[in-house]
């Protein structure tokens, strides 16, 4: 069956646009998490949904981040007035629900690049 | 607080040698421990797990058994192939808040050569 999807694949942005970044997530999946890769580093989480409610955003750097899900399912990443720094990749994953032992699956990443 | 060590790469190894990557953790409680790849392009894909200690989890001949008592999970293969070219993370599940949360390692580059 299809996978976990994100779009788009690459962007390029000038420094102080607006970007934002889609995830969907298996059918089906109640619960969905975006994580940020950047170079040489291992991958950040950022913020974690279960339906449409994001209990936890502590992983957000900062308020140019926001992201949100509607209808349970897609979910977008959006960064306000980029920096040099937000260039990473950005990972979304999805899993089937809240139990202790969900496995979670991930997309192939959007990379972002802030010129 | 919870955190994980993975072995700095990249590592180079050549075709059928033997492939060691190291993985310690800190954790409060009782996590699950995980080994991610990615090749080129690709997204991040499950390789094996262990949810307990002396857990062993295996995959395409990769082999990883839980250390409670020296926090290691270290990933083993006894003959990589070029194939195997990827980036490989530990990570940690931490049931917390109702919700899992994973922790990765750096992440290890493998550079296979035939």
């Known amino acids: 069956g299809a996978g976990v999807s994100q779009s788009p694949s690459n962007k390029v942005t000038e420094k102080g646009k607006d970007v934002e970044l889609r995830c969907d997530p298996i059918?089906?999946?109640?619960?969905l998490y975006w994580y940020r890769q950047s170079l040489g580093q291992g991958l950040e989480f950022l913020i974690y949904?279960?339906?449409?409610?994001?209990?936890?955003k502590s992983g957000l750097p900062s308020d140019r981040f926001s992201a949100e899900r509607t209808g349970g399912s897609v979910s977008t990443l959006t960064i306000q007035r980029t920096q040099q720094e937000d260039s990473a990749v950005y990972l979304c994953a999805s899993s089937p629900g809240m139990g202790e032992r969900e496995t979670q699956y991930f997309g192939p990443g959007t990379r972002l690049l802030v010129l | 607080g919870n955190s994980v060590t993975q072995m700095e790469g990249p590592v180079t190894l050549s075709e059928e040698a033997f492939l060691t990557i190291n993985c310690t953790y800190t954790a409060t409680g009782y996590p699950s421990l995980f080994w991610y790849v990615q090749y080129p392009g690709e997204g991040l894909q499950l390789l094996l797990k262990a949810t307990k200690a002396d857990d062993k989890g295996s995959n395409k001949g990769f082999e990883a058994t839980y250390r409670k008592e020296t926090t290691s999970f270290h990933l083993e293969k006894g003959s990589v192939q070029v194939s195997d070219s990827a980036v490989y993370f530990c990570a940690l599940r931490m049931f917390s808040g109702g919700y899992n949360k994973l922790i990765f390692g750096a992440g290890t580059r493998l550079a296979v050569h035939p």
């Open positions: 949904f279960q339906g449409n409610s994001a209990p936890d």
């Open positions: 059918s089906g999946h109640t619960a």
